[in-house]
Structures are given as C-alpha cells and as structure tokens.
C-alpha cells in the first residue's frame, strides 16, 4: 500500500496530480541574441534542439539568432549549428535589447500564419543553455516514465 492510500480517507480515491490539458501550441520561436560568443552560441542553439528532442514535439521550431555587432565568427557558427531550421541576421544595433526586438519581429513574420495564441516566443542569450525539459513544461507535455 502506497502513502498516498494510507493518508487517504477510507473509501476515498489517493491523489494523483490533475493531468494537463493538451498544448494549444502550434509553433516555438526562440530568439538567441548575441556579441561576439562564437565560443557559446552553437552549445545555446544545440540546448534549444535537445530541449525540442526530449520531449518530442513535432510542430513548428524557428530560431532567429541576432548577430550584433560581432568581430568574431558568431554568425558562422550560428548559420552552421541552426541548419534549416532557423535564421541568422546580422545587425549593428549595439543593443542586446534591441537584437531581440529585431529577432522577436523576425520570429513574428515567420510565423505570420500561425494565431498569436498558438505560438510561443522566447528569447535567450547566447551564452545560455536551456534545461532539456524547458520545451516541456512550457508545452505542459509529460514524457512517458
């Protein structure tokens, strides 16, 4: 017999967390700003994949890296680790900010077709890297035991 059947009244059923409604999500944008982090952004890129990977989603995933300002191969590196899955735009805005305003409106008119409450946006900097189980949560998908 479990703890949970033996706090539980008699005739009473244990408790079990309420299972989440399914994501109204069609669609993830995340947008990663950087200055001169060749030496982090493809380890950033990499986390959002594994994030996407572990918990097995198979909508829509757009990254728009924002390359401000950069003396160093960032944008390189980023075109290379994001693939066909994401853009890179080079700016000289010298504002992390504003390269993330400059990405967000990317992300948008990417996702022009997808309804505003159907779509999630994220920003991140370059030089962090997301829990495998960020996607998840975000989405509210449990992953099988």
């Not at 991140?124 to 189980?133: K, S, V, Y």
Request: proline share 4%; net charge positive; with cysteine.
């Amino acid at each position: 017999m479990s703890v949970s059947q033996l706090l539980a009244p008699n005739g009473s059923q244990a408790y079990r967390p309420a299972p989440h409604a399914p994501s109204k999500i069609r669609a993830v944008g995340i947008v990663i700003a950087a200055r001169d982090q060749s030496d982090t952004i493809a380890k950033a890129i990499r986390s959002v994949f594994a994030a996407n990977s572990y918990c097995g989603w198979h909508n829509s995933l757009w990254i728009v890296t924002v390359a401000d300002a950069c003396k160093d191969a960032t944008a390189k590196v980023a075109r290379d680790a994001i693939g066909a899955f994401g853009e890179v735009l080079e700016v000289t805005a010298r504002s992390l900010q504003t390269a993330h305003r400059i990405g967000t409106s990317s992300l948008i008119e990417h996702f022009r077709h997808v309804p505003r409450h159907a779509l999630l946006l994220a920003s991140m900097d370059a030089g962090t890297e997301l829990r495998c189980d960020w996607m998840s949560s975000k989405l509210h998908i449990s992953r099988p035991a």
